[in-house]
């Protein structure tokens, strides 16, 4: 456990979560849940039961690791999530580069080793479920998707669940990598108009246009930007964009996934003017990262 989070336990509980005391565990959709791709943000929130999970990843070996590192919050499902069509899974050499849309071979030039990692080596047919439409999700306040290029398809066919989720950490591409993929702007896009703005980058990827390599690693970046995980909150301006609950779960989410104790302040606050929390909570929170810094 990170030292900030263990300086956020009291007795075993969670300080920040005992102050603000929703009314239940934030909810948390993944969207290609593959852990290849290293820790999730909430890994911290999840260890400390203070989330549910819900995940969907359409390929077999992946998901059967999720199935073996699961805990009691988390549930996995072989899913497709996109526009609802029947499209195909192109499987590529590296499990990561796996997606819906097709490796565009002259864009994988670009970039070194890009042409071995996006070979497709097999295709699977695949029915694809809209996002709206998955019964088994109950609730979603915060939405994680990697989805190699098929991003667009599921914020589209999601709307409703979107209107009631008050975070996103999505990829998006500077140099499309897939025939079809959406650029940035188009991801930008649909979420503003969906209510969200941008917060922070959870990871930037560089990488060197081919054939240059730098300091003998071919994947070590200059300038070039490549793609990047983002994170959209919901429109932070107004207290009464949000209810006093959303508040909370905002402020959770930005504490204990992002360490942006800013944000999380700006929604205990906002709480507070709704009446959902009491006046003395933001000098508590101040105390609960004092108590943390001189531990």
Known sequence: MPAKEANMRQDGKDALFELLRPKRRTAIVDIGANPI???????AMLAAGLCTVIGF???AEPLAELERRKGPHERYLPYAVGDGGEHVLHVCREPGMSSLL?????RLALFNGFPDFGAVLHQVPVATRRLDDIAEIECMDFLKIDVQGGELDVFRSGRRRLAAAIAVQTEISFVPLYAGQPAF???DTVLREAGFVPHCLAELKLRPLAPLIIDGD???GLRQLLEADLVYVRDFTRPDAMSGEQWKHLALIAHHCYDS???ALRAINSAVQLGALP???PQ???DLLQAQRTR
């Open 102 to 106: 097709a490796p565009d071979p002259d």
């Open 261 to 263: 104790i800013d944000l």
């Open 37 to 43: 791709d290293g820790d999730p943000p909430y890994k």
């Open 185 to 187: 702007g188009e991801i």
């Open 218 to 220: 071919p994947q070590k």
């Open 284 to 286: 508590r929170y101040f």
């Open 279 to 281: 006046q003395s909570t």
């Open 57 to 59: 990843e359409p390929q």
